[in-house]
């Protein structure tokens, strides 16, 4: 196969294979099963189009051809002699259905089976890491070794992840519905939670070479724009899809021509994407006109509209900052919150005062090993001038963070402290 087929066919792949999943799900109910006969429909497509040529419909015809196998393995698996009947007879319906078009019969449940393949990938019961790495898999379309690449985890690592996670949720008879009342809330936090980790993950990259991953950013705006076109009536999901768009507008300005980190005082804002800004503040307005102010990540996504409407870093309206950070503090209480709070109150009314609050949380235990508490400490001890203990603090973080462009930042920092101090 020519390089530029196998491209067109994974291309297609990434945007089908989601529904695709989900929709079988729903058939077999056991998505590990579903994710196995989609992958045979993917091989089928890898052989049969670049001789045949890409059909007018490529959905249907991967997914005629995914339940065209799930027949198959019913009728050759007697111990599902059972249910057999049922199954087939659901699946023969929807392949012998007088009309032609399958992805058309499709539509009607397809949000709905979308929508439920996110809160499975998502559940609480599995670790956060398996749900990253499942959710990636199954909605983002991603092959285990990519995602590997993207966390810098040996790919058996990820293997593993994904496997387990998805024999726990068949093991757990995780129904494949979306849960109702309290539980829907508690689902929908842990859904927003992975794919913030995930967007995360690719803003500041926790290990490896690059400062960035930008495909994981654009793999969690792509499932954060899904979810919201799902749930337009969540307010926190278009809070989170705020967040991410306005963040992700400055990604091409976070590093210099050698990869180097730029801090965002330093970024060229001309740089920032006028479009992605636009989208999140768009996001923002929705999520506040369904009364989403006081969420979390309305509330981050806040934050970062004053820094997106700052023609200049000299522009930015840190008391605005600092009061969205106490309400979040209240919401959301946390020593990270409190440090990021420290940042903007320095900001706001000098480095003494963002000292203050970083010197009253250093000592919580959730921060021990956390380099930018003393990231933070060495650059506000900087500005006071205390450049003996700035460098201190800036070797230290450089010591603790396992991002080696972040470690040479740090290390730089600690060495021109180490100048001045002299």
């Not at 393995?73 to 392949?95: N, Q, S, Y």
């Not at 409407?309 to 840190?318: C, G, K, S």
């Not at 903007?344 to 021990?368: F, H, Q, T, Y």
């Not at 070797?395 to 100048?419: F, H, I, Q, V």
Request: with cysteine.
């Amino acid at each position: 196969m020519s390089a530029d087929a196998h491209r067109a066919v994974e291309a297609i792949w990434r945007i089908e294979s989601a529904k695709i999943i989900a929709g079988l799900t729903r058939m077999v109910r056991d998505v590990g099963l579903a994710e196995e006969l989609a992958q045979d429909a993917l091989v089928a497509a890898l052989e049969t189009w670049p001789r045949d040529g890409t059909p007018d419909n490529p959905g249907a015809w991967l997914m005629q051809a995914a339940k065209n196998r799930a027949l198959d393995h019913f009728r050759r698996d007697r111990m599902h002699a059972e249910k057999e009947g049922a199954l087939t007879w659901e699946i023969e319906t929807a392949l012998t259905d007088a009309q032609p078009d399958v992805e058309a019969q499709l539509d009607d449940p397809v949000r709905d089976d979308l929508l439920r393949l996110i809160f499975i990938s998502c559940h609480p019961l599995l670790s956060p890491e398996a749900r990253a790495a499942l959710t990636l898999r199954l909605l983002g379309g991603l092959a285990t070794d990519e995602i590997a690449r993207a966390f810098v985890v040996p790919e058996p690592t990820i293997a593993q992840r994904i496997v387990r996670a998805k024999k726990a949720l068949s093991d757990a008879r995780v129904p494949f519905e979306v849960p109702r009342g309290d539980e829907l809330a508690e689902r929908l936090a842990s859904v927003l939670e992975v794919i913030y980790l995930i967007f995360n993950e690719g803003y500041s990259a926790t290990s490896g070479d690059d400062w960035m991953r930008p495909t994981l950013c654009e793999e969690a705006l792509r499932l954060g724009r899904i979810l919201a076109g799902l749930e337009p009536g969540e307010p926190e999901v278009h809070g989170l899809v705020a967040l991410m768009e306005i963040q992700a507008s400055r990604l091409a300005a976070r590093v210099g021509p050698g990869g180097a980190p730029i801090l965002l005082l330093d970024q060229d804002r001309s740089r920032w994407d006028p479009l992605l800004i636009r989208r999140g503040l768009e996001a923002l307005d929705r999520a506040q006109a369904l009364g989403g102010t006081a969420g979390p990540y309305a509330l981050q996504a806040a934050i970062a509209a004053c820094h997106a409407r700052a023609r200049t870093a000299n522009q930015t309206d840190w008391a605005r900052i600092v009061s969205i950070y106490e309400a979040l503090g209240r919401i959301n209480p946390s020593p990270i919150v409190e440090l990021n709070r420290a940042v903007a109150a320095s900001m706001a009314s000098g480095p003494a005062e963002g000292l203050k609050i970083v010197d009253r949380i250093r000592k919580e235990p959730a921060l021990a090993s956390y380099h930018l508490l003393y990231s933070v400490r060495g650059d506000l001890l900087a500005k006071l001038g205390r450049h003996g203990e700035a460098r201190g603090e800036f070797e230290r973080a450089a010591g603790l963070t396992r991002n080696e462009r972040e470690r040479a930042l740090l290390s730089k920092r600690a060495e021109d402290s180490a100048r001045q101090a002299r």
